[in-house]
């Protein structure tokens, strides 16, 4: 925190009183990532679920820490690759705080216990926790609107499409991956009415075998484009050998489909992970959830894949605008559920609560949750 | 050549093998870990500089060598009368369902609910060990087979539960149960992480040695694992005490998932356990399969473990890198077993004929 340069921390504290939610307005000024800042002595930790290689959820979180090195001089950063969402993740937690990390990033869900029992052992150490809801004086939360970007996938996959059948590989049924689901279906059916969206779970976000798997059940099934949302490439790899469609997310992994890629809905944590160094840095971190938007450039969509026809870039192309200046919300009335009854009706827009808890499937998708 | 003297000259041989060992694994780290552009020797001694040399890190050590233990115990006992129960983890995870069950469903009822969640884990686990129990003893089904499908059935089992009818009303709809009540929990050791679980496992491990090597059924059971045509020829009672090892190694197995359930995580969650029962084969044949022996050697798996995610912290090594290194520790330790034991065999017979009292020392 020393030798910090005051001109930024001006800079930073206007960003930030601008507004008390801990999301910027569309008109503040994120610092661009890339710039190198003044030399910092502060030390991050991550803990993450998967491999740092697994082209996915864990892939791309580590490159936002490799961009925090890049940008902060004297920064260090130290993070713990395959960590359990059991008993080991408060060790893991706790090693890093007495490491040194002024700042913790625990990158999966179900380190929530773990973190706040850490936090609460270590009340001066910065706890972010990505996709979680239980927050604590040092225990703030993170995550994405990845919604936006996958409703965006959804129309192209919508678009290209034959068979009327898209299949979703999902790791696990919590409400993020419901409301993705969702999001995706209502883009593929706003691009092709009568399209439905199959669901495979694989109960695991990192599951390369039977991630491949279910790509394979959908694709016997009649499904001609695969959406995944696991952890792995696996499906894209999958998809490629059959010749049907292929959807990422995560991170931009075209290279396991050359020819069948679509787009992917990457996350770019660098922008997010910057913003609370930054903060933390000039002492202002407080314990919030940060949810950002498209407009953030936290998620966004990959380049188009080869086979993808200009006309669906444009389409797509109009929707993102929409999006990122507000004029359009993905989750606005009239939205049916998979039962018929009527989820918002015209005009009406899901709150956050809302989507945070989401529980129901929308109309088209074919699949169950597990009760 | 006097006794004393050929005591003296085992042992000297004993710690050269041991010693070749230590020398051997910290050469492989040097040439694993240097390969990849770090210094191999100094991470090294980071991967047990922090389980051995700081109150937390040995704590930590201890937590997670709480459920190995009585697992290991679970496996140890099995293995003994050459019964292949690699069913630990299933049994395991239908231990913690039950004591969760306890925790979440049994109404007050005037003693702590942690009193009756750990009974429960017993009955639980050795419940799921008795399909494969009467199974062997009744039909010859490969015991292997079935307690390795009753895994997948524990693990899935769990899942659902997790995700249907047990998962919490506080938890926005994720995979979790509520947190146990507060007397679900057992009671933790001065500010560290170390529970109840750890006397219960050396309690068990004493009254297992007790029970194999100080009773009759002991005995009948450790002759039936060398010899089981002997032991039939000497008329014991083979199926029965089948299915009864597969009970205590069931319940031991399902105590495990309990004291985890009770002791450190408070609430059920999906794939809670990282391969406890898996791991807890290589526990007890590092112990020789013997009861005393399985503590120390869990205590030195939790140590190799943690130790693992120490280096990734403090020496930035990539966690593929980590399991290679545990990977080699284990092997070379496994060698050096085998040929210290293979030593003592060649020298042991004639001074073991006609001498039965050595049999009460153990293994």
Not at chain 1, 169 to 187: D, K, M
Not at chain 1, 259 to 264: C, E, K, P, S
Not at chain 2, 118 to 132: F, K, V
Not at chain 2, 244 to 258: E, H, K, N, R, T
Request: charged fraction near 15%.
């Amino acid at each position: 925190m020393v030798r910090w340069n005051g001109a930024w921390i001006m800079a930073i504290l206007a960003t930030v009183s601008c507004g008390d939610r801990a999301s910027p307005g569309r008109s503040e000024a994120v610092p661009a990532v890339g710039d190198t800042v003044a030399m910092v002595d502060l030390k991050v930790g991550f803990v993450y679920v998967g491999p740092i290689g697994d082209a996915g959820w864990t892939f791309a979180h580590d490159q936002g820490r490799r961009a925090l090195e890049t940008r902060y001089r004297g920064l260090k950063t130290v993070y713990v690759e395959n960590v359990k969402e059991g008993a080991d993740a408060e060790r893991v937690l706790t090693r890093l705080a007495q490491e040194g990390c002024a700042l913790v990033f625990a990158t999966s869900f179900g380190y929530m216990d773990a973190v706040l029992a850490t936090a609460a052992k270590y009340p001066r150490v910065a706890f972010m926790h990505a996709t979680g809801f239980k927050r604590d004086a040092n225990v703030g939360t993170y995550f994405g609107r990845a919604y936006q970007t996958i409703y965006l996938a959804g129309l192209a996959g919508g678009a290209l499409t034959t068979s009327g059948k898209i299949g979703f590989v999902a790791p696990v049924p919590i409400p993020e991956i419901i409301r993705h689901i969702n999001a995706f279906t209502l883009g593929a059916r706003e691009a092709n009415p009568s399209c439905t969206v199959h669901v495979v779970w694989t109960n695991a976000w990192y599951d390369p075998a039977a991630e491949k798997d279910a790509a394979l059940s959908l694709m016997d099934t009649g499904c001609d484009v695969i959406m995944t949302e696991g952890d792995s490439p696996a499906p894209l790899q999958a998809a490629e050998e059959r010749g049907a469609f292929a959807i990422g997310y995560n991170s931009d992994a075209r290279a396991f489909a050359p020819t069948r890629f679509i787009t992917a809905a990457v996350w770019d944590w660098s922008v997010l992970y910057s913003r609370i160094v930054d903060e933390v840095l000039a002492g202002i971190w407080k314990a919030e959830d940060y949810w950002w938007g498209i407009e953030t450039g936290i998620t966004k969509l990959a380049p188009w894949g080869p086979a993808v026809p200009e006309t669906v870039r444009q389409r797509v192309g109009t929707r993102q605008r929409e999006i990122t200046d507000g004029s359009f919300d993905v989750f606005h009335g009239p939205i049916i559920r998979q039962d018929g009854t009527e989820a918002y009706p015209a005009g009406a827009r899901a709150t956050d609560e809302e989507l945070l808890s989401m529980s129901y499937f929308v109309q088209g998708v074919a699949g169950t949750i597990p009760k | 050549m006097s006794a004393a003297a050929v005591i003296l000259r085992r042992a000297c041989r004993d710690l050269a093998v041991i010693a070749g060992a230590v020398g051997t694994v910290l050469l492989a780290c040097h040439v694993v870990l240097g390969a990849a552009g770090i210094h191999g020797a100094g991470a090294c001694a980071a991967l047990f500089r922090e389980s051995l040399g700081t109150r937390y890190g040995f704590s930590e050590s201890v937590v997670k060598a709480t459920p190995l233990m009585l697992a290991g115990l679970a496996v140890a006992v099995a293995f003994r009368m050459r019964l292949w129960n690699i069913g630990g983890e299933g049994q395991l995870y239908a231990g913690a369902l039950a004591a969760a069950w306890v925790a979440l469903f049994l109404p007050r009822c005037g003693i702590p609910r942690v009193m009756l969640m750990l009974p429960a884990a017993c009955a639980a686990g050795a419940a799921w060990a008795l399909a494969p129990g009467i199974l062997k003893a009744s039909l010859g089904v490969s015991e292997i087979l079935v307690t390795l499908m009753g895994n997948y059935l524990a693990m899935l089992l769990a899942d659902h539960l997790c995700y249907g009818p047990w998962k919490g009303s506080t938890t926005f709809g994720f995979p979790m149960s509520d947190r146990f009540p507060a007397d679900a929990d057992l009671p933790t050791y001065a500010g560290t992480r170390v529970h109840g679980g750890l006397a219960i496992a050396l309690i068990g491990a004493v009254l297992l040695w007790a029970l194999l090597w100080r009773t009759r059924w002991g005995f009948q059971v450790r002759v039936a694992g060398s010899n089981a045509r002997a032991a039939e020829y000497a008329g014991y009672r083979i199926r029965r005490d089948v299915v009864v090892v597969m009970l205590i190694s069931g319940a031991l197995a399902g105590l495990a998932g309990g004291v985890e359930m009770a002791g450190v995580l408070h609430r059920l969650q999906p794939r809670f356990s990282p391969g406890y029962g898996y791991t807890a084969i290589l526990v007890a044949w590092l112990a020789r399969l013997h009861p005393l022996a399985i503590p120390p050697v869990a205590l030195f798996l939790g140590m190799l473990l943690t130790g693992g995610e120490q280096l990734q912290v403090s020496a930035g090594v990539p966690s593929s890198l980590v399991d290679i290194l545990q990977g080699l520790i284990l092997f070379l330790a496994l060698a050096a077993e085998a040929f210290l034991r293979r030593r003592h065999g060649e020298a042991r017979h004639p001074e073991l004929s006609g001498s039965p009292a050595v049999e009460g020392s153990g293994d």
